[in-house]
């Protein structure tokens, strides 16, 4: 129906056509079609006349307007359809986890660590029950009376403050949707408590996990050097995504080297939220994988006895700092790792307390440190094998080659002595090691009297070639790499020419020279194994959940640094050193050995540092065993009986 130029519509009469279902055909307010006159084909897109233009409702346009008009329309329709389709079709996944993340988060599931054995079996690490108090931030009451109200009811199950656990939510880190820890390794009563206080208050959570636990290390202390500890993480920790702040992570020891392999994987919980972000319900859970155990290579036993030996041998000395490395020369297996003093790493287990802790760390003694591994020593004269092998090597001397000793020399004002007065008489290769003739190793070192010698150059060569000067390798944190001196250096730190002198004192192990007990050992393996370098470990193997075990590699990191037959020549001497000179305390062992005594100057305030190093038995070498007692005095009194004890007791076993 049409109106009429005067008319209106009714009320209810749309200006719109309509459709069936009640909704609007279309919205397109084209001024074109707003006119409601039959009229409108008689003017053609002309003005109106004057007596007419009151008589439309509106119009602007002329005919030429309608086709761009449409045009646009149409494409604006097809670009909403086409924009319905994606949503609808195209991105129904994604907005369906969305939908789904807003009533719902992941969780991670900290994974069981792995457990520790000895090379027997014997349990070294284990895992025991642990709770720990929680809250979850984003699940905590908004109103401040309330969180109020929770933090007191919470710091009073736990034994704390209100003000303690703020202090807690201050330091966590982290997203607020992660639990912070409150209060770790909790009685059960209190779990119960915190439990039954979490059904009322769902940001407070107990968690139940584990901790660690170390059973030998109350009698067996050295043990903690080697074990090391864990402890809780930092907020620099949880701000790198890779752990949540109530998880502990090893800081020290094989802990700390193994973390991964031990740590295992985290485990997903899917749990449902309300509109507030408070977890109402778990969905679905999947475990984590647990760590992998570790198998060491270290006897518990013998472990033991080596840290007893020289326990008792530093309280008879009246001394407290020294060493003991038991290592099997073919493959670089420890059996046994003493540094002491030691502590116990249970301590740190259940939470070390800020006293015990400055006990431990402002003791000059240093229980903390491994000396072991990490000790950088003046080596004395079990640098002399080195020297030895170096020699022979370069031709300056043969086995057969002697010097006479008359207890030293001058070289211009400086005199170099033997530590014997009045020499040692005629001397070969043999007998320069068997009875450490200082002056047979200054000759092969600096040269003497026209003769050659290997000069600083040399000697650090073969020095780097026997381990010394740089770290071993081992499966262990904080080895140190001792230090060999070089005539460059001494000019660039010191601003000081080098002298024949300190090539002399070089030669005998002496100067600036540094090694660690660990390096010795390596040395000392070198010669009982006929010549190979091979790199120290402690675990031989990992075993993941299902009993697969992945054995650690062992071979050599350098075959055959000298000839068999230079090795074999000082392999003598240091066979002679306990037949005829000063190792001969071994002589009475049920099997053959071969050793080498130390005794190391280093400061005029304070006693000279005692060394042994040996192997055993001589001809099929099974086992070395190095000594270092800090301020000993001679090796060969102080030192060796460790050794021996130690070896007395590794044979006697074999026999049992």
């Known amino acids: 129906m049409m109106f009429g130029m005067g008319s209106r519509p009714k009320e209810d009469t749309p200006i719109f056509p309509v459709g069936i279902d009640g909704r609007c055909e279309s919205a397109v307010t084209d001024d074109r079609l707003l006119f409601v006159d039959d009229t409108l084909a008689d003017w053609g897109g002309r003005s109106a006349p004057k007596n007419e233009k009151n008589r439309r409702v509106s119009t602007s346009m002329g005919t030429e307007g309608i086709i761009p008009v449409w045009a646009a329309l149409v494409v604006g329709l097809i670009i909403v359809l086409v924009r319905c389709g994606q949503v609808q079709i195209v991105e129904r996944v994604r907005y369906a986890a969305l939908a789904e993340g807003n009533r719902s988060r992941i969780e991670r599931i900290p994974p069981e660590r792995g457990v520790v054995y000895d090379r027997d079996g014997q349990v070294l690490v284990q895992n025991v029950p642990r709770f720990t108090a929680t809250v979850i931030p984003s699940d905590l009451p908004t109103d401040e009376a309330e969180r109020r109200l929770v933090f007191g009811q919470l710091a009073e199950i736990v034994g704390l403050t209100p003000r303690d656990i703020e202090e807690s939510l201050l330091k966590g880190g982290g997203p607020d949707s992660v639990p912070i820890s409150i209060a770790e390794d909790i009685s059960h009563r209190q779990a119960i408590m915190v439990e039954i206080m979490s059904s009322r208050w769902i940001g407070v959570q107990l968690l ?62 899917r749990v449902e939220v309300d509109a507030l972000g408070h977890r109402k319900t778990t969905i679905a859970e999947e475990p984590g994988t647990s760590g992998q155990n570790l198998i060491l290579t270290i006897d518990a036993e013998l472990q033991q006895t ?51 802790y400055a006990a431990l760390s402002e003791d000059s003694d240093a229980p903390l440190f491994s000396r072991a591994i990490s000790a950088s020593l003046p080596s004395g004269s079990v640098f002399k094998p080195v020297m030895a092998a170096a020699a022979l090597a370069e031709g300056i001397v043969t086995p057969r080659t002697t010097f006479v000793s008359v207890g030293g020399f001058y070289v211009g004002q400086w005199f170099f002595p033997d530590w014997k007065a009045g020499g040692h008489g005629l001397t070969n290769l043999a007998k320069a090691l068997s009875e450490s003739v200082n002056t047979y190793f200054y000759i092969i070192g600096g040269g003497y009297d026209g003769r050659e010698g290997l000069g600083t150059e040399r000697i650090v060569r073969y020095a780097k070639l026997f381990g010394f000067g740089a770290t071993t390798g081992i499966d262990l944190p904080g080895e140190g790499a001792g230090f060999l001196p070089t005539e460059e250096w001494k000019l660039e730190t010191k601003g000081e020419q080098w002298f024949i002198g300190d090539t002399y004192h070089l030669s005998i192990g002496q100067g600036d020279l540094l090694v660690t007990p660990l390096q010795v050992a390596v040395m000392t393996a070198a010669f009982a194994n006929g010549g190979n370098l091979v790199r120290p470990h402690v675990v031989n193997a990992l075993v993941s959940g299902d009993g697969h075990r992945s054995y650690l590699p062992t071979e050599p990191v350098a075959r055959q640094l000298v000839s068999p037959e230079n090795i074999a020549a000082v392999r003598e001497g240091m066979r002679d050193s306990v037949l005829y000179g000063s190792s001969r305390g071994l002589s009475l062992l049920p099997v053959s050995s071969a050793g080498k005594t130390g005794t190391a100057q280093w400061s005029s305030q304070h006693g000279n540092h005692a060394w042994f190093t040996s192997f055993a038995p001589y001809d099929r070498p099974e086992i070395v065993v190095t000594v270092m007692i800090e301020e000993g005095g001679e090796g060969s009194s102080t030192a060796a009986p460790v050794a021996r004890e130690i070896l007395e007791r590794y044979f006697l076993k074999k026999t049992e």
Do not use: C
């Open 208 to 269: 139940r996990g584990t901790k660690r636990e170390y059973p030998l290390a109350t009698e067996i202390p050295s043990m903690s050097h080697i074990i090391g500890f864990e402890s809780g993480v930092t907020a620099e920790d949880v701000e790198s995504g890779d752990f949540l702040p109530t998880d502990r992570i090893g800081r020290t020891g094989l802990e700390r080297s193994y973390e991964t392999e031990l740590r295992g994987e985290y485990g997903r919980r």
């Open 306 to 356: 080596a840290q007893d030996a020289l326990r008792r041998k530093l309280e008879e000395l009246g001394l407290s700092r020294g060493s003991v490395i038991v290592m099997r020369p073919d493959d670089g297996e420890i059996l046994a790792l003493v540094s002491w003093p030691a502590y116990d790493n249970n301590l740190f287990a259940d939470g070390i307390s800020d006293r015990d």
